[in-house]
């Protein structure tokens, strides 16, 4: 349980890159500050990175809190909840 290595992001890099190219994906949602952090090939916090839609390929991207930190975090709970209708909303499944 550990936040991994630039290095080590990078190693994975190109398997990901590759399972993107098959999934083709509409829509990605990163949870948490790795995940979007790596994805979007930034340092910005995940407070600044949520509410926003970014794209990665084709895919749009929505970032937010990871759900271990809604376990330390209860209060988060109703940010995540309002990132999920963003996500939904912009899916069309009426968020």
């Known amino acids: 349980n550990r936040t991994p290595a630039p290095e080590e992001v990078s190693n994975c890099r ?5 399972q993107f190219e098959v999934i083709q994906p ?17 340092t910005e916090p ?3 990175l949520r ?19 809604l376990l330390r975090n209860p209060a988060a709970k109703k940010d995540v909840w309002e990132d999920m209708q963003m996500l939904m909303g912009e899916m069309g499944l009426g968020g």
């Open 26 to 42: 509409e829509f990605i949602c990163c949870l948490g500050t790795t995940a979007a952090q790596a994805l979007l090939q930034t």
């Open 46 to 48: 995940i407070g600044r």
């Open 14 to 18: 190109g398997f990901f890159e590759r």
């Open 51 to 69: 509410r926003r839609w970014f794209t990665h390929g084709r895919a749009r991207v929505l970032c937010t809190y990871h759900p271990s930190y």
